[in-house]
């Protein structure tokens, strides 16, 4: 049973466009949750954090937006780039145990 | 944060034999773990890697198949035992990084079971 659903499991976007990936859990515990950006053959690098008492986090191109109510938590990714072609993963850990919870995951790519 | 190497990066192994994953971190950390990533798909845990101790599974992972050392704070291996095809996986090492959350991977070890 997969306790972090993940949405779309894959997605085309323009390159300059915003991508937008989904996530929504269950387990009111979890208190980090963090995004994976992974290319194939290498291992999953992480991208960008938050924790549930702020809103939104942003990094560069990359932002979450976090919904604490609905129990959601959201990536987009602004003026896409090619070199952002990767599969997305979110996922979500509870305090002290540091153990992720995995999306299944989102293939995103950027077309020139 | 953690620079983390994995051994083997690859290997295609015959059913039925053994194969021992390395991971080494260039700095001590507390917290190691072990994932599973079928083609494919997502990240599965396996255990918990603890320094000193036996490691702790998650359901569904057993000591007998996937046997676990944890000798210091820089270094686990993962053992993959008795292989069957269903095994064919990349296996990823993790650390907790300083006790912020941030959990770092390792490249991953590209398994094939014939």
């Known amino acids: 049973q997969q306790q972090v659903k993940q949405s779309p499991q894959s997605l085309i976007v323009q390159k300059g466009g915003i991508s937008i990936i989904n996530c929504a859990y269950e387990?009111?515990?979890?208190?980090?949750f963090p995004w994976y950006q992974q290319f194939p053959g290498k291992g999953p690098a992480l991208l960008i954090a938050?924790?549930?008492?702020?809103s939104e986090k942003k990094e560069g191109r990359f932002t979450i937006s976090f919904n604490k109510s609905a129990k959601q938590f959201s990536l987009h990714i602004m003026d896409s780039q090619p070199g952002d072609s990767a599969t997305y993963f979110c996922?979500?850990?509870?305090?002290?145990?540091?153990?992720?919870?995995f999306g299944a995951g989102t293939t995103v790519t950027v077309r020139a | 944060s953690a620079v983390i190497s994995q051994k083997p990066s690859r290997d295609i192994c015959q059913r039925g034999t053994s194969l021992t994953i390395q991971c080494q971190v260039d700095?001590?950390?507390?917290?190691m773990f072990w994932y599973r990533q079928q083609p494919g798909q997502s990240l599965t845990l396996i255990a918990t890697?603890?320094?000193?101790?036996?490691?702790?599974?998650e359901s569904g992972f057993v000591i007998d198949k996937f046997p676990i050392s944890r000798p210091n704070l820089t270094f686990s291996t993962l053992t993959v035992s008795n292989m069957s095809p269903e095994d064919s996986s990349i296996y990823l090492c993790?650390?907790?990084?300083?006790?912020?959350?941030?959990?770092?991977f390792g490249p991953g070890t590209r398994l094939t079971v014939l």
């Open positions: 993790s650390v907790e990084w300083h006790q912020g959350d941030e959990q770092f």
């Open positions: 387990n009111t515990a979890f208190d980090y």
């Open positions: 938050i924790r549930p008492d702020v």
């Open positions: 996922a979500a850990s509870t305090p002290n145990d540091y153990k992720l919870s």
């Open positions: 700095s001590q950390v507390t917290m």
């Open positions: 890697a603890n320094q000193g101790s036996e490691a702790t599974y």
